[in-house]
């Protein structure tokens, strides 16, 4: 009996984890708690995907990095992540490198937050509106952590940031969504 009970708290375990965000207030409902770099961005109550906020960074001379950013711990046996979140431009500066743009960049670090790899989730140059990137990841065997970068890289206008979502994906579940979009 004990190890059916047990058996049933692990596979309800599992279900809950397999959709929890890893991503804590994705949606700037609370202004920037759980995210660094906050004097490089603004929320807005105005321009938003959904709920109170986005999250905005602008530059209108200078053409520097500025990100926010966040470091999340991957679970045990995490095979693959996917990445999704609403970006908007606003007159964003084109320039001849593709990367100096609005971006959303994940970083896979060890356990001593050494780069392993990194994706780009997300660019965006010139106006747009609000735009769902989503992406599906495997991730690399000795990542502990996944850092997640919202940034406006070297070049200048406004990018919004909105609804950000960061969830685990079984072996199953990644070779599905790889394959449908192939």
Do not use: H
């Not at 004990?2 to 397999?18: D, E, G, P, R, V």
């Not at 207030?25 to 807005?44: I, K, L, Y």
């Not at 890289?153 to 599905?176: H, M, P, R």
């Amino acid at each position: 009996m004990k190890q059916l009970l047990f058996l049933s708290l692990l596979f309800l375990t599992t279900i809950t984890n397999a959709q929890t965000n890893l991503i804590k207030n994705g949606g700037f409902e609370s202004d920037f708690v759980d995210w660094r770099g906050e004097e490089n961005a603004m929320t807005s109550p105005y321009d938003k995907k959904s709920g109170k906020n986005s999250a905005n960074i602008n530059q209108f001379v200078g053409a520097e990095w500025k990100a926010l950013d966040q470091i999340v711990s991957i679970p045990k046996n995490t095979f693959a992540v996917e990445c999704s979140v609403w970006m908007k431009a606003d007159e964003i500066e084109e320039q001849k490198e593709l990367y100096k743009a609005g971006a959303v960049i994940l970083e896979f670090t060890d356990a001593g937050e050494k780069q392993i790899s990194t994706e780009n989730i997300a660019q965006a140059q010139g106006s747009t509106e609000w735009i769902n990137y989503k992406k599906a990841i495997k991730v690399p065997a000795d990542a502990k952590n996944i850092r997640i970068m919202l940034a406006l890289a070297q070049t200048n206008g406004t990018v919004f940031f909105d609804d950000i979502k960061l969830i685990v994906l079984s072996e199953a579940e990644y070779l599905k969504l790889t394959t449908e979009t192939k």
